[in-house]
């Protein structure tokens, strides 16, 4: 198992944030454990992304092999209500 850290930003817009980070979460425990969840909130984006000017923020901290890496990047391209992903190794 390997140590990873994801960062994804949310529609700000979505009525339930927390169930949609709940959501993801599990998606993480189905292929490892999560150590850490971290929620920045709403903050004011770079750049535009999809017309949106604003983001809401999440960071987890969390162990997988790196096939369960690979399909959860697939799920959070394939999820409409997240803007932008990010997953790094620690």
Request: no cysteine.
């Given at each position: ?5 994801c ?84």
């Open positions: 198992m390997r140590k990873y850290e960062m994804y930003i949310l529609d700000p817009s979505l009525e339930e944030k927390d169930g949609k980070i709940e959501e993801i979460k599990k998606w993480m425990e189905e292929k490892g454990s999560v150590e850490e969840v971290d929620v920045w909130g709403t903050r004011k984006l770079a750049y535009p992304i999809k017309k949106k000017e604003e983001g809401y923020y999440v960071v987890v901290r969390f162990t997988s092999e790196p096939e369960g890496v690979q399909e959860l990047r697939e799920k959070f391209r394939l999820e409409p209500a997240v803007l932008r992903f990010m997953i790094v190794r620690r």
